[in-house]
């Protein structure tokens, strides 16, 4: 579906993964020039993927992971860092079980918050374990 505008993401018929996908895309296009509208988009798409994976626990944890670090990232490139950082913490914890690449994302956002409140050995740390995280390829 194309998206022209926010309320495209909320058509009847849409499921609720397309809305909070149609949410996060419409936020991360308009990030730049509508901060506002962003957050307040990837808002909603934090509150619908938290309701979407309390009605089904573990289904949708990881859309809940990406939408609590697409709102971070909005509040780190706004200097909110403790805003920010419950959320990726949140989303550690939540990516931690699945490891791989959305641990490996996750983990560098939480540097990233760190680093933005001056807390540089724990960024420093939060770096080191995700670059040991192994590609899957890799043995």
Do not use: F
Not at 2 to 19: C, I, L, Q
Request: hydrophobic fraction near 45%.
């Amino acid at each position: 579906m194309t998206r022209n505008g926010p309320d495209d993401t909320t058509r009847s018929g849409t499921s609720d993964v397309e809305v909070i996908e149609g949410l996060l895309a419409y936020a991360q296009t308009r990030s730049s020039r509508w901060g506002g509208a962003a957050l307040k988009r990837v808002s909603e798409a934090v509150a619908r993927s938290r309701a979407l994976d309390a009605r089904a626990p573990g289904t949708h944890t990881a859309l809940l992971a990406r939408s609590l670090l697409a709102k971070a990232k909005l509040l780190l490139r706004r200097d909110r860092g403790a805003e920010a950082l419950p959320l990726v913490q949140e989303a550690v914890a939540l990516s931690r079980p699945a490891g791989g690449a959305p641990l490996e994302v996750a983990l560098r956002c939480l540097a990233a918050a760190l680093e933005s409140l001056h807390r540089y050995s724990e960024a420093a740390a939060t770096l080191a374990e995700a670059d040991r995280i192994v590609p899957p390829d890799e043995p």
